[in-house]
């Protein structure tokens, strides 16, 4: 079976922190690139960012670049999205997803997906 489940995700004040977790029970990971997505109700999913479980290697969309950090614990098979100085834009439900290519940034490339988890940033 192949689940992801997020966790993390609640109510912060602009400028705020939050770390998100997804979990994941893929039986392989050296071939995988693990993404975070974020969507509002009534807009098109948007990518956030990705890394490239072998090597670590990460992607970041422009506009949570320099606030936005991905890591990873190999031996909990979890992957984290620290997220700094939060604004009201951030505000969306958080979806992590596992693809076997690297780094796409391309909702379609993504083959696996977790429930979501709610990030609400108060302005």
């Known amino acids: 079976q192949v689940q992801l489940v997020e966790s993390g995700g609640g109510l912060v004040q602009a400028g705020g922190s939050l770390r998100l977790s997804c979990a994941a029970s893929l039986r392989t990971f050296s071939g995988y690139s693990m993404g975070w997505f974020r969507q509002t109700q009534g807009k098109e999913r948007e990518f956030v960012a990705a890394l490239w479980w072998s090597s670590g290697s990460t992607y970041y969309a422009d506009s949570v670049k320099g606030r936005f950090t991905l890591s990873k614990d190999s031996a909990k098979n979890t992957m984290y999205l620290q997220m700094n100085s939060l604004k009201a834009e951030d505000t969306a439900v958080y979806y992590c997803?596992?693809?076997?290519?690297?780094?796409?940034?391309?909702?379609?490339?993504?083959?696996?997906w977790g429930q979501g988890t709610q990030v609400t940033v108060s302005s």
């Open positions: 997803a596992a693809a076997t290519k690297i780094l796409p940034i391309n909702q379609r490339e993504y083959t696996y």
